[in-house]
Antibody, heavy 122, light 108 residues
Framework: EVQLLESGGAVVQPGGSLKLSCAAS????????MSWVRQAPGKGLEWVAG????????YYADSVKGRFTISRDNSKNTLVLQMDSLRADDAAVYYC???????????????WGQGTRVTVSS | SYVLTQPPSVSVAPGHTATVSCTGS??????VHWYRQKPGRAPVLVVN???DRSSGIPERFSGSNSGNTATLTINRVEAGDEADYYC???????????FGGGTKLTVL
C-alpha cells in the first residue's frame, strides 16, 4: 500500500524558513517522480515543485522559484521541500504527491499525502 | 503561461450525466489528468492521460480531449460524486504543471 506522510508544517513569520518532509512507503521510491502541490484556504490546487525519480531534474512554479528547493533522498525514501523567504501568500496545505512516471514532464499524481499546513503570520 | 479554464460549478440530478469541461489552447496536444477532491480530503486521481481511468474508479467516469477542450464525463451520477474536480496538464513551454481552477459538482 502506497503511503505518503508529510511533516514539518508550522506557523512561521514572514521572511522565515521551513522544511517540509514526506516519508514514502509501499513503492520503489526512485522509480517515480515526486511533487509538492499546495492549496490555500478555500482555493484551488497549485503545483509548487517537481523532481525526477533520480533527483537529477527539478522544476519550480514561478511563484516559488529562487525561494524553495525540492530534493529527495532515495536511500531514505524521503522527499523534502526547503522553503525560504516565506510570504503570506505561501500559507497553504502542502501535499506530497507521487507521480505516475519517473519523469516530471507529462506527470499525473496517482497518490497524495494528507497534507501539512503552513501558516505565515507575524 | 498556459491557462486551463473550468466552469466554477456544475449541477446535475442523480442518475443523470455530468460533464466538466477544461479549456486550453490546443489542449488536444497535451495529456490531461483529472482529480476529484472532497472537502477536507486530499485529491484523488480519476483519469490520467486524457482517457485512462485510474485504479478503483468506476466505469461511470470517462475522459476525452479534442481541440481546445478536454472533458470529464460522469454517467449515472450519484450523491457520492459531489466534489471539486480539477484538470491538470504539463506545460512543456514553461516547464511546469498547470491545474485548472476547479469545478464544484453539485448533485441536486
Amino acid at each position: 500500500e502506497v503511503q505518503l506522510l508529510e511533516s514539518g508544517g508550522a506557523v512561521v513569520q514572514p521572511g522565515g524558513s521551513l522544511k517540509l518532509s514526506c516519508a514514502a512507503s509501499g513503492f520503489t521510491f526512485s522509480d517515480y517522480a515526486m511533487s509538492w502541490v499546495r492549496q490555500a484556504p478555500g482555493k484551488g490546487l497549485e503545483w509548487v515543485a517537481g523532481i525526477s525519480g533520480t533527483g537529477g531534474t527539478t522544476y519550480y512554479a514561478d511563484s516559488v522559484k529562487g525561494r524553495f528547493t525540492i530534493s529527495r533522498d532515495n536511500s531514505k525514501n524521503t522527499l523534502v521541500l526547503q522553503m525560504d523567504s516565506l510570504r503570506a501568500d505561501d500559507a497553504a496545505v502542502y501535499y506530497c504527491a507521487k507521480g505516475h512516471i519517473v519523469v516530471v514532464t507529462g506527470i499525473a499524481f496517482d497518490f497524495w499525502g494528507q497534507g501539512t499546513r503552513v501558516t505565515v503570520s507575524s | 503561461s498556459y491557462v486551463l479554464t473550468q466552469p466554477p460549478s456544475v449541477s446535475v440530478a442523480p442518475g443523470h450525466t455530468a460533464t466538466v469541461s477544461c479549456t486550453g489552447s490546443n489542449i488536444e496536444n497535451k495529456g490531461v489528468h483529472w482529480y476529484r477532491q472532497k472537502p477536507g480530503r486530499a485529491p484523488v486521481l480519476v483519469v490520467n492521460d486524457d482517457d485512462d481511468r485510474s485504479s478503483g474508479i468506476p466505469e461511470r467516469f470517462s475522459g476525452s480531449n479534442s481541440g481546445n477542450t478536454a472533458t470529464l464525463t460522469i454517467n449515472r451520477v450519484e450523491a457520492g460524486d459531489e466534489a471539486d474536480y480539477y484538470c491538470q496538464v504539463w506545460d512543456s513551454r514553461t516547464g511546469g504543471v498547470v491545474f485548472g481552477g476547479g469545478t464544484k459538482l453539485t448533485v441536486l
